[in-house]
């Protein structure tokens, strides 16, 4: 399938339950340019760098996703275009988008990463760590961020019973975190599924996916 093609494909399945993340980490610009004639408007990134140099080259419209890990040495090169930081794992971190993003006179909408599966090499927060986090009196002077949801990657594996209780279980916490009533905390994405598991995600709750080999090929 074409890129375009697969991108229907895609969005017809998601059905508008689910906004699409066309992950574009490695990718070319004309990949990219392919997509957004498709009609993809979300783009995700895994490396600063590379995203940096590419949002010039898109048209304004198209929202950056900061899906990878991100250093906070890292933030400033961002934080001028940035839709939403997807990898927050820290209250370090989220401090250093406020400071970032108060530069730009602008507020940065974030997800908390959550750490659902069962391999060593994944970020995130415990569900403990982040209900401690949206209770934490230090969010209150973070004026410049938004935490908008939850962000998960499920275990890489072809066991679809393991990924389905990751996905179920971080449902589970968006639910019970999602009443939470402050400022800068506004509960309405939960980030989850890829190119393998989108479809369990989606029937588990996911209002957003990030795709990039079901759309692109693999990553050479």
Same mark, same amino acid.
């Given at each position: $399938? ?14 508008? +339950?689910? %906004? ?28 600063? /760098? ?19 890990? !991100?250093? %906070?040495?890292?933030? =400033? ?11 927050? #794992? ?22 908390? /990463? *959550? ?16 209900? #401690? ?17 939850? $962000?998960? *990657? ?9 990924? +389905?209780?990751?996905?179920?279980? !971080? =449902?589970? !916490?968006? #639910?019970? !975190?999602?009443?939470?009533? +402050?400022?800068?905390?506004?509960? +309405?994405?939960?980030? $989850?599924? $890829? ?26």
């Amino acid at each position: $399938m074409s890129i375009s093609e697969s991108i229907a494909h895609i969005e017809a399945q998601l059905a508008g +339950r689910a %906004t699409l993340t066309a992950v574009t980490k490695t990718k070319p610009i004309p990949l990219l340019q392919e997509a957004y004639a498709a009609g993809c408007r979300h783009f995700g990134e895994n490396r600063v /760098q590379e995203m940096a140099e590419k949002q010039p080259l898109l048209p304004a419209d198209v929202q950056w996703h900061q899906i990878g890990h !991100l250093q %906070t040495n890292k933030v =400033k090169y961002i934080a001028p275009f940035v839709a939403l930081i997807e990898s927050v #794992d820290s209250l370090k971190l989220l401090e250093e988008i406020d400071k970032q993003a108060r530069k730009q006179a602008r507020v940065i909408e974030c997800l908390l /990463q *959550i750490f659902i599966a069962q391999e060593e090499t994944k970020f995130g927060f415990s569900p403990e760590e982040a209900i #401690d986090l949206l209770q934490s009196p230090a969010l209150d002077a973070l004026q410049h961020i938004r935490i908008v949801g939850l $962000m998960g *990657i499920a275990t890489n594996t072809d066991d679809q019973a393991q990924i +389905r209780y990751e996905f179920s279980g !971080l =449902k589970q !916490l968006y #639910d019970a !975190l999602k009443p939470v009533q +402050r400022p800068n905390v506004a509960f +309405r994405e939960l980030s $989850m599924g $890829m190119s393998s598991d989108y479809l369990i995600a989606l029937e588990e709750g996911s209002t957003m996916v990030r795709v990039g080999s079901a759309i692109f090929g693999s990553r050479n």
